[in-house]
């Protein structure tokens, strides 16, 4: 099985490059962040031209996920939304049983700055998710997308210019932790403990030829995922050419 995660920082811009991906990786499973779509403008039938349908979570101007699969994959057992989430009117989280397996989409609050009401809902939303995760974590359960957590220094290209920031204090990481402990792995730091995969760079010029960028994307598996795993890579030509996302997608491959 090959799936694919990213924020794509809004579909109605790049939905192009979406198509592009679906048909150079042709995926088992693809999940999207940040759609920031319309509830009723959802791209049903550029996605079922391609081949594809999807199930959504779409709150307009912000947030969105999405999770889109093979025309002949059942998608069932939908569940949008994440039972104790600071802020239910942003479209965050989605569950949905595909293929013998119970996926989700997430993008996690950005948090603004730690001295912020939002960086606590963030830290109240990863401790929703590790409940939820630890409720289904004995089944065959992958959770990816955008967790805006650099889970260790290795993830930040620059650690010294980020401290103080989000995305790499103490309490963000001892909550992503959480979602390991939970009862997941993290597939990419699984097969690459040394390694620093970027999935995010600024827009500024030359963050990205600089390799100026953060590991905020993930694969979650349960152990009865994991056990198949077998690659978790980043495709960083979807941050080159026209209309680029801030993040490249995220492919994992199972056996």
């Given at each position: 099985m090959k799936a694919v995660t990213w924020n794509v920082n809004s579909l109605k811009a790049r939905m192009p490059r979406v198509l592009e991906l679906l048909e150079a990786h042709q995926p088992d499973l693809l999940l999207l962040q940040e759609t920031k779509t319309e509830p009723d403008a959802f791209p049903h039938l550029e996605l079922e031209a391609a081949g594809y349908h999807a199930e959504h979570h779409s709150a307009g101007r912000w947030a969105g996920v999405a999770v889109v699969v093979p025309r002949g994959v059942?998608?069932?057992?939908?569940?949008?939304?994440?039972?104790?989430?600071?802020?239910?009117?942003?479209?965050?989280?989605?569950?949905?049983?595909?293929?013998?397996?119970?996926?989700?989409?997430?993008?996690?609050?950005?948090?603004?700055?730690?001295?912020?009401?939002?960086?606590?809902?963030?830290?109240?939303?990863?401790?929703?998710?590790?409940e939820r995760i630890r409720a289904l974590s004995h089944d065959p359960l992958l959770v990816a997308g955008d967790f805006n957590v650099c889970a260790t220094d290795l993830d930040v290209y620059d650690p010294e210019a980020f401290a103080g920031a989000t995305h790499v204090t103490p309490p963000e990481r001892e909550r992503f932790a959480g979602l390991l402990e939970a009862g997941t792995i993290d597939a990419f730091r699984e097969l690459h403990p040394e390694e620093q995969g970027f999935t995010w760079w600024d827009y500024r010029q030359g963050h990205f030829h600089r390799k100026m960028g953060l590991r905020l994307d993930a694969f979650l598996l349960s152990p009865p995922l994991a056990s198949r795993l077998e690659s978790c890579g980043i495709d960083r030509g979807f941050r080159k050419g026209p209309k680029p996302s801030d993040h490249a997608p995220l492919l994992l491959q199972l056996d």
């Amino acid at each position: 099985m090959k799936a694919v995660t990213w924020n794509v920082n809004s579909l109605k811009a790049r939905m192009p490059r979406v198509l592009e991906l679906l048909e150079a990786h042709q995926p088992d499973l693809l999940l999207l962040q940040e759609t920031k779509t319309e509830p009723d403008a959802f791209p049903h039938l550029e996605l079922e031209a391609a081949g594809y349908h999807a199930e959504h979570h779409s709150a307009g101007r912000w947030a969105g996920v999405a999770v889109v699969v093979p025309r002949g994959v059942e998608l069932s057992e939908a569940r949008a939304g994440l039972e104790g989430e600071p802020a239910v009117d942003e479209a965050r989280w989605l569950e949905v049983d595909a293929d013998g397996q119970r996926v989700v989409s997430v993008y996690v609050p950005n948090g603004r700055s730690p001295d912020s009401p939002q960086y606590a809902e963030k830290l109240g939303f990863l401790e929703a998710a590790a409940e939820r995760i630890r409720a289904l974590s004995h089944d065959p359960l992958l959770v990816a997308g955008d967790f805006n957590v650099c889970a260790t220094d290795l993830d930040v290209y620059d650690p010294e210019a980020f401290a103080g920031a989000t995305h790499v204090t103490p309490p963000e990481r001892e909550r992503f932790a959480g979602l390991l402990e939970a009862g997941t792995i993290d597939a990419f730091r699984e097969l690459h403990p040394e390694e620093q995969g970027f999935t995010w760079w600024d827009y500024r010029q030359g963050h990205f030829h600089r390799k100026m960028g953060l590991r905020l994307d993930a694969f979650l598996l349960s152990p009865p995922l994991a056990s198949r795993l077998e690659s978790c890579g980043i495709d960083r030509g979807f941050r080159k050419g026209p209309k680029p996302s801030d993040h490249a997608p995220l492919l994992l491959q199972l056996d």
